[in-house]
């Protein structure tokens, strides 16, 4: 099993660029996230996802998109970079079932974002 | 909206001395993990905390869960340098969607 994939792992982009990074499960996990990772900051919530054609917001998804058509995928999209979102970004995914019971979470080796 | 403060945020310690970071919440949690990811590497799962009170050790690691479940703790005893890195909790409260993340304590490790 490969686990959770990311791509790519480095990427440089001018503002008003659009991009996708790509995360794919191969564990049949129901939740699947992206967070995103500052100095200082820890890691923040951008959107998560229960399930196919299910998403939602997090702590700061102001600038970014998701879908969720299968239940392996869970693409971050960019519309219009700003340099406010370089940062190191992580996908993240974890068998869960409602209620209080929860898996630990199976992170992708990143994806370092430069936003000149 | 939940939030989950981790301190300190920075630690050296000689090896051989003991490291503890603490986790605190703003609303009760439901269950709360702990990662540790190693300088350029992404966050690894070490353990998940379930029952209130509850006690778990992994070999020089002792995690504990506050009675209220706001609160968390590890405790690492005689360090060594492949215990540097960064620790995070995480927390989910209410339902199982979000998991809030502390800062983060970074630890050094003199040898």
């Known amino acids: 099993n490969a686990g959770v994939t990311q791509t790519p792992k480095f990427q440089v982009l001018k503002t008003g660029q659009s991009m996708t990074l790509q995360c794919a499960q191969d564990?049949?996990?129901?939740?699947m996230s992206w967070y995103r990772q500052d100095p200082g900051m820890g890691l923040r919530l951008i959107h998560y996802?229960?399930?196919?054609?299910?998403?939602d917001q997090g702590e700061v998804p102001n600038g970014y998109n998701v879908s969720r058509s299968t239940t392996e995928d869970f693409p971050l999209r960019l519309l219009s970079a700003a340099p406010s979102q370089t940062s190191v970004y992580f996908c993240?995914?974890?068998?869960?079932?409602?209620?209080?019971?929860?898996?630990?979470?199976?992170f992708g080796e990143g994806s370092r974002l430069t936003v000149l | 909206g939940q939030q989950v403060m981790q301190i300190p945020q920075y630690q050296h310690v000689q090896e051989g001395e003991d490291f503890t970071t603490y986790c605190n919440s703003s609303?009760?949690?439901?269950?709360i993990q702990w990662y540790k990811q190693r300088p350029g590497g992404h966050p690894v799962f070490l353990i998940q905390?379930?029952?209130?009170?509850e006690v778990k050790k992994q070999k020089r690691l002792t995690f504990q869960f506050g009675e209220a479940k706001k609160n968390s703790s590890l405790h690492i005893t005689a360090t060594q340098t492949t215990d540097v890195g960064t620790y995070f909790c995480?927390?989910?409260?209410?339902?199982?969607?979000?998991?809030?993340f502390g800062i983060g304590t970074k630890l050094q490790v003199i040898p």
């Open positions: 993240a995914s974890s068998y869960s079932r409602a209620g209080w019971q929860s898996g630990e979470l199976f």
């Open positions: 564990m049949n996990h129901e939740y």
């Open positions: 996802s229960v399930g196919a054609g299910i998403t």
């Open positions: 609303t009760t949690l439901s269950n």
């Open positions: 905390l379930v029952k209130s009170g």
């Open positions: 995480a927390g989910r409260s209410g339902g199982y969607q979000k998991v809030t």
